[in-house]
């Protein structure tokens, strides 16, 4: 089995920044591409971050030039830093992984449990 912890949501002022982070554990044996995801009341989930494997990333146009995704290899680990945070960027955040098991030969997507981070005007 795979567990994905996130942790680092929160409340924030408009202006301000908070740091997410994902930690995968369990039987993994490699992991490809992780990102973040994002869903506001009422709306659809939305891809927020992406990295690669090789370190490649893409970002929404919403968020490009404020946050940044990173990724530690050595701890299975996903980063999004969110600066220059705006009311609209209000949503509870997922993170999500392409992880191959130990035991599988294909890889499967795994999800966080969901932070919520709030920014107030």
């Known amino acids: 089995q795979v567990q994905m912890a996130e942790s680092g949501g929160g409340l924030v002022q408009a202006g301000g920044s908070l740091r997410l982070s994902c930690a995968a554990s369990?039987?993994?044996?490699?992991?490809?591409?992780m990102g973040w995801f994002r869903q506001a009341p009422g709306k659809e989930r939305e891809l927020v971050a992406r990295?690669?494997?090789?370190?490649?990333?893409n970002y929404a146009d919403s968020v490009k030039g404020r946050f940044t995704i990173s990724r530690d290899n050595a701890k299975n680990t996903v980063y999004l830093q969110m600066n220059s945070l705006k009311p609209g960027d209000t949503a509870v955040y997922y993170c999500?992984?392409?992880?191959?098991?130990?035991?599988?030969?294909?890889?499967?997507?795994?999800w966080g449990q969901g932070t919520q981070v709030t920014v107030s005007s």
């Open positions: 369990g039987s993994i044996f490699s992991i490809n591409a």
């Open positions: 990295i690669s494997s090789g370190g490649s990333t």
């Open positions: 999500a992984a392409d992880i191959r098991q130990t035991t599988s030969l294909v890889p499967t997507p795994y």
